[in-house]
């Protein structure tokens, strides 16, 4: 798959050959655009290279990079003459190749799409390869497409991918044995095992009349657990319903498919989110009710920052559709990230007025509550979370666990500890758990026995997170074993260099051990982080300023607090 990666990445790193924009007014449009491209605004970059084409319209290199643009906006239409362009100008553009075979998929060209050269002219040997059999399909040719199937499997590490896309082809000719005779057998792969996947495989067992054996394949292959979608399609079958086949009853969805499936292999290698989206905007463009494409389309651009334009892909989800409350999370969580929480919590509400009785729903809504210091409505949103998870759900420790961290923020302890103790009587070795419980204990002064043998755990469980690392060091604090706590902290402080909190709790251990100039240091340190923190922060400027005032010794006593003890760890 590496080869895959490395081709499809170099769509937008190599640029075609081209004199570079010399005059100012287009050097300046060219620039900003470049600069937007690196920003991921894309809607800013389009504008900019639209306005450098203005001034100089044959320019390939601002060709090329307004059909990216464009096809990261979703606006395949327009980034088609730009390629057209590039192509007529003689030169090599795997951007260009990606928008003219989606402007040929569009309007159905098949006889076009077919004739293309397999890589030499296309976007890859995989995607081309796969697009010439389905281009086959759309003209009528089964058996071509199936020999350019065979043809394609050949090459290293495609083959599941390539069945797959066989079998769905089966399909949409209305062959539905042939189909679910490849499900069945080994080449499969992967691709077969997604969700999308055994979706496809339902509606073609259901094809077959083997309702039966459909549900069963719900059953084994998501565990019991359901949701809108799954429960629909179960009591369809059981209702001894024909599904129809919807994953690629036409040629053209044959050819969105292609586009998701590459998205969604990109996504998975986590080999360039930008990349994956140009193919999920592909797969969106063929199949405007590609909702999976949607949504992938969605995150992805949360993940490039792209936080108005995911939302507009949110939107394009219907609200009948099944999918509908994963979108509207999907919104709730892009307003989040806008720093909207209250619009979030407006999508949430009216989101538990229409899918109240999903439990996820519920707890999407205690976690932005509860990031708002509304932790009374969160212990409520995630109480009802949990009751409508099914008895015996691994789930529930995570909503035992945030209604703890709710319970605690609110100032019942008791009911935090009974919360934590509940996720942990589920999931035992849980390092988050262990850390959050463990640290609680100690900073309430009781059980640091049973608090070290919590974080302790917690560590081996995750050594590499200096925020659990941290609390090993603060309960040795505790304790009085200073030595084995400066160990840590100073472990703790490699792996969160900026940590206020952290590298204040290192200062005090400092402090403890006698070394007093290096106390001062990182109390220091610790000052000039806090402004950078998060807000939600529990480093306290004040306190720390008077102990590079005053001391660790007299602000404990100010506060009442025990002094240090007398290291029992010589």
């Known amino acids: 798959m590496r080869n895959l990666l490395t081709s499809l990445s170099v769509i937008a790193l190599v640029s075609v050959a081209s004199a570079p924009a010399t ?72 951007a260009a190749r990606m928008a003219i075979t989606a402007g040929l998929a569009g309007t159905g060209d098949f006889s076009a799409l077919a004739e293309q050269e397999v890589e030499q002219q296309g976007i890859s040997q995989w995607v081309d390869g796969l697009v010439k059999a389905w281009a086959l ?74 309702n039966a054996d459909a549900v069963a394949l719900i059953a084994t292959t998501f565990n019991g657990s359901t949701d809108p979608e799954l429960d629909i399609l179960i009591s369809r079958l059981e209702a001894n319903e024909t599904l129809p086949f919807t994953h690629a009853p036409t040629a053209k969805a ?42 992938l389309s969605a995150g992805l651009l949360e993940n490039l920052g792209q936080y108005k334009l995911a939302m507009e892909e949110y939107k394009q989800v219907d609200a009948d559709d099944p999918a509908y409350h994963v979108a509207e999370l999907g919104r709730a969580a892009a307003l989040r990230r806008l720093d909207k929480p209250d619009q979030a919590i407006e999508v949430l509400d009216q989101l538990t007025r229409s899918h109240g009785d999903l439990s996820v729903v519920h707890s999407t809504q205690g976690d932005v509550l509860r990031s708002q210091d509304e932790d009374a409505l969160a212990i409520e949103a995630y109480t009802k979370a949990l009751e409508l998870l099914p008895e015996g759900d691994n789930r529930a420790w995570f909503l035992y666990f945030s209604r703890g961290i709710a319970h605690s923020q609110n100032g019942d302890s008791v009911a935090a500890e009974e919360d934590f103790r509940a996720a942990l009587a589920i999931n035992p070795d849980q390092p988050q758990v262990l850390n959050y419980l463990g640290y609680s204990l100690v900073e309430e002064q009781r059980k640091l026995d049973e608090a070290l043998d919590m974080i302790e755990r917690a560590v081996a469980a995750s050594p590499d997170s200096g925020y659990i690392v941290d609390s090993l060091g603060w309960v040795y604090y505790r304790l009085g074993r200073y030595a084995e706590a400066v160990i840590q902290m100073e472990r703790a402080v490699e792996l969160e260099a900026v940590d206020p909190v952290i590298n204040d709790h290192l200062g005090d251990v400092y402090w403890a051990v006698g070394r007093q100039r290096e ?18 922060t529990e480093a306290e400027p004040d306190r720390i300023r008077r102990k590079l005032e005053v001391g660790l010794d007299v602000v404990l006593e100010e506060e009442g607090a025990a002094p240090l003890k007398v290291a029992n760890d010589d």
């Open 519 to 536: 106390a001062q240091f990182q109390w220091k340190r610790a000052l000039s982080f806090i402004e950078f923190a998060d807000e939600d």
């Open 137 to 210: 399909i759309g003209m009528d040719d089964v058996d071509g497409a199936m020999a350019q199937f065979d043809t394609v499997s050949t090459e290293a590490g495609m083959q599941g991918v390539v069945v797959f896309h066989k079998a769905l082809a089966f399909a949409t000719v209305g062959r539905y044995a042939d189909a679910n005779a490849l499900f069945e057998g080994a080449s499969a792969g992967a691709t077969a095992g997604t969700r999308r996947g055994v979706i496809a495989r339902v509606e073609i067992l259901s094809q077959l009349d083997r």
């Open 254 to 295: 044959g050819l969105a498919e292609v586009f998701f499936t590459f998205a969604a292999i990109l996504q998975a290698e986590q080999a360039s989110d930008y990349f994956a989206l140009l193919h999920a905007r592909i797969a969106a463009y063929l199949r405007p009710d590609h909702v999976d494409a949607r949504l």
């Open 23 to 94: 005059a100012e007014s287009l050097a300046g449009s060219y620039l900003a655009g470049r600069s937007a491209v690196i920003d991921n605004n894309f809607e800013a970059a389009a504008q900019y290279f639209a306005t450098a084409l203005s001034r100089d319209p044959q320019n390939v290199e601002i060709l090329e990079q307004s059909v990216l643009a464009y096809l990261a906006l979703g606006d395949v239409a327009r980034a088609v003459p730009p390629a057209e362009q590039i192509v007529a100008a003689g030169q090599r553009s795997q």
